[in-house]
């Protein structure tokens, strides 16, 4: 009978700690360098490779086949040839400056027939990491420079030092630089774009956010890079990814890989309080007002749509992430959470000294400094945001900001700039200001002094915060020792695992994990220009000519278009493979669910979910809407 009783009492522990590290399930951006500790677990949910496949120093390794792609999103190599996938809205800047009136492969998307017709695009580069390393002990010697030097081996590669765990280690990542990086196919806005700004952050999701460059290496044979030339050759990398045509289905494990920006996933409550009560709401009303003078101008006229669509686009993209990660957070209630866990690591630390202050003098950071940050958000999304022409629209923006410039003064600073009511009264009014663009200009500069604050971008620039950060880091990972932290993005190579999953999105609504070409279809309206999608694909559904792009949903053969899965990513991830048990590319990943963008700050299993665009949907506008057949024939596929 005691026996038994132990049993039980050992099951019952042996449960609860499950449940505790289910609480982490595929939370985690991981080091390829770490990953061996994370393979187990892996395997364990399906995974079929070894911690060598993924990263190795010495090895071709599948992160061989995987770029920085002009710093700020990822990039796969998809050939022994140096194809590149991305995202659509990763290339959008060179699909956009080789556009003309005349070649609008914006609109009309863009297919080289040949790599003779491949467009260059200077300014824009790829890396490729070769190896990183701890290089915690070189730093603190005093041989940084050193070391970077000896890295780059003469100007053969491009080495960074970067503080990972709030600067308790410190870590080299060593790329090659590619520099002729050339455009070889887009799609249509209407496809890779399909649903702009309404469908973004948003799922069910039916966006083609794929596009194709191809590396180019030195003419010398040496398959090193070099500036460009037209009798460049392709680059071989010593990896490259085979695509997975048949796809993947609820509950299967997948993997990103790729480059996530940054996340803030150890803060204290104080630091997301701050961003769900004062910074998000202020700079989501700034920019609604700034949206909706945009919106009623395009709206009345076709050229200012035209226009203003990217800086549009950009305004929208934050507003809308921040709107989602307020709702998240306060769903999830972080704030709280946080804090309660805080009040149990402090009872804990009060008996290590060196510890024992930690939380009190973060606290006391945060206090001191959140006036500051809020002060130069507001100076940043209002003065900073303004346009000096003679547009209507830049003017009535201007107008608008200025007065929520003083609308959004924080109460617990009793001293508005003096400047402000003087200058603007002078002016007469904000209307009037607004029409004095150089005024309002002298008025940015004399607004900034009058400030009196240092700029500073966020609580990360903040010595008096950050110094505290590194010791409490440290001592969290003496509190729990048998989690595994991962350290915060800083746009280096990570690996996010979990499955692909629908999620309860709320009360009684369950969102399905995979879309598909009937739900484009679905939504497909030639009068609103964000889902008029090319006529071909319209031909192309009516035929139901597909290829071999297909899968069966629900008995009947469609092509899937968008899928979600619980991996861990960031903005940055963009473009990153996403990858089946063996290492295989099932899609691109290139956005989030709305309110899973909380997991920047905090990951919530139950609603973050990544979204890709299903490898099949890729194959498929290649082949038969864009006629690339030839980029076909260069990938291998699995089936
Ligand atoms: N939300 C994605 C990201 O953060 C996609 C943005 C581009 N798409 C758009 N409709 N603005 O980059
Ligand atoms: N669209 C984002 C990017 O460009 C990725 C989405 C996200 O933030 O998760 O990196």
Known sequence: MKKLFRLIVLLSIINCQLSISSAYADEGMWLPAQIEGRVKDMRKKGFKLKAADLYSAEKPSLSDAIVLFGGGCTGAIVSPEGLLLTNHHCGYGQIQKHSSVEHDYLTNGFWAANRTQELPNPGLEVRIMIRMENVTEAVAAGRRDETIAAAEQGGRYKADIKPLYYGNEQWMWVYEVFTDVRLVAAPPSSIGKFGGDTDNWVWPRHTGDFSVFRIYASADGSNRPAAYSPDNVPYRPSKFFTIATDGTKEGDFTFVYGFPGTTREYVTGDAVDYIVERSNPMKIALRTLRLDIIKEASEADRATRIAYAARQAGIANSWKKWQGESWGLERRGTVARKRAEEAEFA?????????????????????????????????????????????????????????????????????????????????????????????????????????????????????????????????????????????????????????????????????????????????????????????????????????????????????????????????????????????????????RTWPGTMSDLEFDPAICRNISVDIRYVMFTIEKVGGAGWLIDEMTFNN
Not at 472 to 481: D, G, K, N, S, T
Not at 520 to 543: C, G, Q
Not at 568 to 576: A, E, I, P, Q, R
Request: aromatic share 12%.
């Open 347 to 591: 009872r804990w630390a009060a008996s290590r000294p060196e510890y024992a202050h930690l939380l009190d003098s973060l606290a006391a950071g945060y206090d001191r400094w959140d006036d500051v940050l809020y002060l130069n958000e507001l100076y940043n999304e209002t003065f900073r945001a303004m346009e000096f022409t003679d547009s209507e629209i830049d003017r009535r923006t201007n107008a608008a900001l200025l007065r929520g410039f003083v609308e959004w003064w924080p109460t617990s600073v009793a001293r508005t700039p003096e400047i402000i009511p003087h200058v603007i009264d002078s002016l007469g009014g904000y209307e009037g200001a607004a029409r004095h663009p150089k005024a309002l200009e002298v008025l940015r500069t004399e607004v900034w002094s009058a400030l009196e604050i240092p700029r500073v971008g966020s609580f990360a620039a903040i010595p008096d915060i950050v110094r505290h950060y590194t010791p409490y880091m440290r001592a969290l990972r003496e509190y729990q020792p048998d989690r595994l932290f991962y350290p915060d993005a800083n746009l280096t190579l990570r690996i996010a695992y979990g499955a692909v999953s629908g999620y309860r999105y709320e009360d009684a609504v369950w969102h399905e994990p995979v879309t598909t070409i009937d739900g484009v279809m679905a939504k497909d309206n030639p009068e609103i220009y964000d889902y008029d999608i090319p006529a071909k694909l319209r031909e192309l559904y009516t035929a139901k000519e597909y290829g071999r792009w297909t899968t069966v949903v629900d008995g009947r053969r469609t092509v899937p278009v968008c899928f979600i899965a619980s991996n861990h990513t960031s903005g940055g991830n963009s473009g990153s493979p996403i990858l089946n048990a063996r290492g295989e590319l099932l899609g691109l990943n290139f956005d």
